[in-house]
């Protein structure tokens, strides 16, 4: 239990099923609480770095509110960290339905000529009430486009198309959006977008899947790893990554990307790790 990443305690307090195996001043049960915002930082210290973020619908456990600041653990992959109070409200209903194109829009009304009032990102997920002809309607009154949004149970059959969705998008350390996102963010999107679980940064996502031998073919799908990076590959022989070279997610072939990397200073493949139905 070393990993701060993922376990719910700070200096003031800790989850109640932390109680005999850490010290702390109070064990709190936490709340359940669903993100409100288009996209939500979440920070290691309140207002410091940003680890990773979280999407409109994202379900938390908040154990502390303190000084404008929520502590919370997500519930799809257990990161803890700080989140801005005003971005959480009470958790219901159950969102019914995710929006699975790059980017979308939510109208006061069923009206593409009005202005939006929200744009949504890839992931978010809301509560579908009622429709009309060409929108849906949601538990907050507000309408999105049928085109965009997708049952909350269905999902993508490959990851790789999820990831491609993201071409283009800048990079941004931490960011889990098609408006900025990391490598891990990216292979995190396209993997929960597919219908798996999947950790939030490089290292944990390292044991997804089983090891492929060196000298085996990879395919589309398979992950590779270096020292705090990772890209999936898109065929044989070209990857698709989120990369501080680019400053984007783009496609590169992966033998040039070895010796880029290793030139740079980045070392070489750590891991090379082909996913399974049970991943």
């Given at each position: 239990m070393s990993d701060h990443r993922l376990i719910p305690a700070n200096s003031r307090v800790a989850a109640e099923h932390l109680k005999g195996q850490i010290e702390a001043d109070s064990f709190v049960e936490g709340e359940t609480a669903r993100v409100a915002l288009p996209i939500a930082d979440l920070w290691r210290n309140p207002g410091g770095r940003r680890d990773r973020q979280l999407w409109l619908g994202d379900t938390v456990t908040v154990y502390e509110r303190h000084e404008g600041f929520a502590y919370v653990q997500s519930v799809k992959d257990s990161y803890v960290g700080y989140v801005e109070e005003d971005a959480l409200r009470e958790a219901a209903p159950e969102p019914t339905h995710w929006v699975a194109v790059p980017g979308s829009q939510a109208y006061p009304e069923p009206d593409m000529k009005v202005p939006q009032v929200m744009d949504l990102?890839?992931?978010?997920?809301?509560?579908?009430?009622?429709?009309?002809?060409?929108?849906?309607?949601?538990?907050?009154?507000?309408?999105?486009?049928?085109?965009?949004?997708?049952?909350?149970?269905?999902?993508?059959?490959?990851?790789?198309?999820?990831?491609?969705?993201?071409?283009?998008?800048?990079?941004?350390?931490?960011?889990?959006?098609?408006?900025?996102?990391?490598?891990?963010?990216?292979?995190?999107?396209?993997?929960?977008?597919?219908?798996?679980?999947?950790?939030?940064?490089?290292?944990?996502?390292?044991?997804?899947?089983?090891?492929?031998?060196?000298?085996?073919?990879?395919?589309?799908?398979?992950?590779?790893?270096?020292?705090?990076?990772?890209?999936?590959?898109?065929?044989?022989?070209?990857?698709?990554?989120?990369?501080?070279?680019?400053?984007?997610?783009?496609?590169?072939?992966?033998?040039?990307?070895?010796?880029?990397?290793?030139?740079?200073?980045?070392?070489?493949?750590?891991?090379?790790?082909?996913?399974?139905?049970?991943?």
């Open positions: 990102c890839f992931g978010a997920a809301v509560t579908v009430v009622s429709h009309q002809p060409k929108f849906f309607e949601t538990a907050d009154g507000l309408y999105i486009p049928k085109s965009h949004l997708w049952p909350i149970d269905k999902r993508f059959a490959d990851p790789v198309t999820a990831a491609q969705l993201f071409y283009g998008a800048p990079y941004l350390w931490g960011g889990n959006s098609p408006r900025g996102i990391d490598c891990s963010g990216l292979v995190q999107a396209a993997l929960i977008a597919s219908g798996r679980d999947c950790p939030g940064d490089s290292d944990q996502q390292e044991v997804l899947g089983q090891e492929i031998p060196e000298q085996a073919p990879l395919q589309r799908g398979d992950l590779i790893f270096w020292k705090g990076h990772v890209a999936m590959m898109v065929d044989t022989d070209t990857m698709i990554h989120a990369n501080a070279h680019h400053m984007a997610v783009a496609y590169e072939p992966f033998d040039k990307a070895i010796q880029r990397i290793e030139a740079q200073g980045d070392g070489p493949v750590t891991h090379r790790r082909r996913l399974t139905d049970q991943s």
